[in-house]
């Protein structure tokens, strides 16, 4: 049972554009989520969260938005760049502090 | 400083050996975890601390056993080690800040033969 979903296995954008990647949940419990940035051969790296008190939380070029009533949270990335080209993972916590990972969504960012 | 290290970062294991994947942290981080990531799957857990000396289960703890017996030191032991259990481990640490997220190790590959 994926609790958490990434439907898009993969994403390609282009230099300069906005990047959107999506991510649905089931379980109401979660109360916080997360983004995290991952290139080959390395661990995956914290980028963005939000806790489900707030739609929206802002940090540079990345904004994550949260619909509680949908269970959807988005991640855009405005303007895109080529180092963005990693993939991408959200993942949500409930008060066990355990979090759960979606699938991942592979960005390529073409020049 | 180092954050969180794993070794090995690749390991072949024949069927039926056994080998314990290493973590340590330097960032007096209570909170520690392990994680598997299957190709083309998120990321699933395995086990968690919460502090020395207190382990849990994840969502697929069989065929695997931790310890904690410091607060930098989190190994995983794979007994019998199966073809099921090819995939990449990493281990994470937190300080509980749930909204801080975990911080990685590069992780380590492992493929069973």
């Known amino acids: 049972d994926q609790q958490v979903k990434q439907n898009s296995p993969s994403l390609s954008v282009q230099e300069g554009r906005i990047s959107i990647l999506n991510c649905d949940y089931t379980?109401?419990?979660?109360?916080?989520f997360l983004w995290y940035k991952k290139y080959p051969a390395e661990g995956p790296t914290f980028l963005i969260s939000?806790?489900?008190?707030?739609d929206k939380n802002e940090d540079g070029r990345f904004t994550v938005f949260l619909n509680k009533s949908a269970k959807h949270l988005s991640l855009h990335i405005v303007p895109s760049q080529p180092g963005d080209s990693a993939v991408y993972f959200c993942a949500a916590s409930d008060e066990a502090q355990k979090l759960v990972f979606g699938q991942g969504t592979r960005l390529t960012i073409n020049p | 400083n180092a954050g969180v290290t794993q070794t090995p970062k690749f390991r072949i294991l024949k069927i039926g050996q056994s080998m314990t994947l290493q973590c340590t942290q330097d960032m007096n981080h209570n909170y520690m975890y392990w994680y598997r990531q299957d190709p083309g799957m998120g990321l699933k857990l395995i086990y968690y601390?919460?502090?020395?000396?207190?382990?849990d289960k994840g969502e697929v703890p069989n065929g695997y056993n931790v310890s904690r017996s410091t607060t930098e030191d989190f190994p995983l032991r794979l007994e019998l080690a199966a073809p099921s259990q090819t995939s990449v481990y990493f281990c994470?640490?937190?300080?509980?800040?749930?909204?801080?997220?975990?911080?990685f190790g590069s992780g380590t590959r492992l493929t069973v033969v």
């Open positions: 939000i806790s489900s008190i707030k």
């Open positions: 601390s919460v502090g020395a000396g207190i382990t």
């Open positions: 379980n109401s419990m979660f109360d916080y």
């Open positions: 994470a640490s937190s300080y509980g800040g749930q909204l801080h997220g975990y911080t």
